[in-house]
């Protein structure tokens, strides 16, 4: 083999070796961008959960009503109301439970200082779940957001961060108990089954008797 046929067969194969290292560089900086994007898209998603509690993992839940605190508790997959054993079954205790199933954030407020500014002194409406194994949490109710509507939020085991969220908390963890055990609709009856009217009244409650 001539000098020049070794000098450009030594020129292939470093230009080769140099393709071959480029190619390997590439690769695994695309790789490690992947991993990198990866990893914090998952960091983000596990920041942006506030809570996520199965509903039959929920021993009781309690919270300030219109006339007073609602203590509400769940046995054998049934919830009721802890002061008189009523049974809740309406819509609006399926909302709650929901909502604490899978509580999610669209912002965070990281190292907060000042939580009087977002409305969470001590003062706030507080939310307190208890698990079926004993664990607790307290999740704090403040403002909303004057801008977005989004409403101040934060559990009471990190005073540090604030969260704000779409779901409204406020409202549906408020009024009365009543409303947890409302009909969504009146169940049919025929008129001519009907025999006795028990008429409810805060005062002179009274019984009505079909005769004839």
């Not at 992947?34 to 960091?43: M, V």
């Not at 957001?145 to 409202?171: G, H, P, W």
Request: proline share 2%.
């Amino acid at each position: 083999m001539s000098k020049k046929n070794k000098k450009t067969l030594v020129i292939a194969v470093v230009a080769l070796a140099v393709l071959l290292l480029a190619w390997l560089g590439v690769s695994t900086m695309t790789g490690y961008m992947k991993e990198k994007q990866e990893n914090e898209a998952a960091d983000q998603a596990a920041t942006l959960a506030i809570l996520s509690l199965p509903e039959n993992d929920i021993a009781s839940i309690s919270y300030p009503g219109d006339d007073g605190e609602i203590h509400l508790e769940q046995k054998n997959g049934q919830w009721t109301n802890a002061e008189d054993g009523y049974v809740l079954t309406g819509s609006r205790m399926k909302l709650l439970t929901d909502d604490l199933a899978a509580l999610t954030a669209e912002r965070v407020i990281e190292d907060v200082t000042d939580l009087t500014t977002y409305g969470l002194a001590d003062s706030a409406r507080t939310v307190n779940i208890t698990m079926q194994d004993g664990t607790q949490y307290a999740l704090v109710c403040g403002d909303k957001n004057t801008t977005t509507n989004e409403l101040y939020v934060q559990l009471a085991s990190d005073k540090t961060k604030v969260y704000l969220t779409k779901t409204a908390l406020d409202s549906h963890f408020s009024g009365r108990v009543q409303a947890l055990a409302a009909y969504e609709a009146f169940p049919a009856i025929e008129p001519s089954t009907m025999r006795e009217f028990d008429v409810q009244k805060a005062e002179n409650s009274y019984i009505l008797t079909m005769t004839g």
